[in-house]
């Protein structure tokens, strides 16, 4: 599949959707034990559908203005190279990788420089401002999870064409998949235009959300999938861009994006367990990223943070993607703030929350 290599976009093609644009999520701590497998139980790969919480570059290579494969992303990274990862350094599936002594880091799958040892380790087909609803990969011009999935046919051939059939199957049947969306479609898509908002109340399109949810989910099964997370949408309305443009005057969490967000959590969790007595010899798991995520954001000092309302980048208000840049002042010591740009949060983010959820549900995957 052939894309277009654009140049990093300037600041006049950002719109209010850009503001809001992208998504957030898991990791380690530093000195975290690795996950330690139970007997027999292997995991060659880790695979990466879904946004920006766990687009390691996929971006870089279409024309899309959400983008940050630019300083100052990842000056945390490995010698300071802006990858294409929202973040200040490494993402969920990165530190969940390296959790499960897999890799350091999982690479994307748009990167031109994959060797096969990466093919056969895993990658990440996510696109940076996707989503469940068609219409907010649209909104973006980023990858939806239509056209991730095609890519991962494609990768399928590759795997298979490097190790035969036979070992492909298995590197299928034994990966563990991460799909990480609906954020960008509660907080872009149904708050941030009034396309949707037009023909669906809230039940209504979290109910659209939730059939595209599954039916993905049921699509990599029959490629082959059988260990798959899906992550639910996180309080998408305490994230600092969200708290600028609807929490008011002093900024506090938006509590009906807060609301959709658990409202299509509630259902993604009992479909999901539906799904999983439905389909032979899966594992098909609800991560719940909500409640500790919020609890670090009401409880920072707890985990060693200190701020928890705006962004390490400029203002921190609403910098995000193009808008964080160069040209920005950048927090003195961003190991203190749980966001980097007022979307994404920062790798000692990321690695408190996965410390947090590894250790509830990789087990329910192996």
Not at 116 to 138: I, Q, Y
Not at 202 to 227: I, P
Request: glycine content about 6%; some cysteine.
């Amino acid at each position: 599949m052939q894309y277009y290599f654009p140049s990093t976009c300037s600041l006049s093609y950002l719109s209010i959707y850009s503001l809001i644009l992208i998504t957030i999520f898991t990791a380690i701590t530093p000195t975290a034990a690795v996950v330690k497998l139970p007997p027999n139980v292997t995991v060659p790969a880790i695979i990466g559908f879904g946004d920006s919480i766990i687009d390691p570059g996929n971006n870089n290579n279409i024309l899309t203005i959400v983008k940050c494969n630019f300083p100052p992303y990842g000056q945390d990274f490995m010698d300071g190279v802006s990858t294409g990862r929202f973040s200040n350094g490494r993402i969920p599936t990165d530190l969940i990788a390296e959790e499960l002594s897999i890799k350091q880091y999982l690479p994307a799958y748009l990167d031109a420089n994959l060797s096969p040892e990466d093919l056969l380790t895993g990658v990440s087909f996510a696109s940076g401002a996707s989503g469940f609803d068609p219409l907010t990969s649209k909104i973006a011009s980023a990858l939806p999870l239509t056209e991730q999935l095609e890519d991962f046919k494609e990768y399928i051939e590759k795997v298979k064409n490097i190790v035969g059939e036979e070992r492909a199957n298995f590197i299928l049947r034994n990966s563990i998949y991460f799909v990480v969306a609906g954020s960008d479609d509660i907080a872009n898509t149904y708050f941030g235009t009034p396309f949707r908002r037009s023909h669906y109340d809230v039940n209504s399109y979290t109910d659209l959300m939730l059939h595209s949810a599954t039916s993905f989910v049921q699509e990599l099964y029959k490629l082959g999938a059988r260990r798959i997370s899906v992550f639910g949408a996180p309080p998408i309305g305490c994230v600092p861009s969200q708290r600028t443009l609807g929490g008011g005057i002093v900024r506090e969490c938006a509590e009906n994006y807060n609301d959709a967000a658990k409202l299509f959590n509630s259902k993604l969790s009992d479909e999901l367990d539906s799904l999983t007595l439905k389909l032979p010899n899966s594992k098909i798991v609800y991560t719940d990223i909500y409640t500790p995520l919020f609890d670090i954001i009401q409880h920072p000092l707890k985990y060693g943070l200190e701020q928890v309302e705006k962004g390490c980048c400029g203002t921190g208000l609403v910098e995000v993607s193009v808008l964080c840049n160069k040209f920005d002042l950048i927090c003195e010591d961003d190991s203190k703030y749980l966001f980097w740009d007022s979307y994404h949060p920062t790798e000692k983010g990321y690695q408190i929350l996965v410390r947090l959820v590894i250790d509830k549900y990789i087990y329910r995957l192996l």
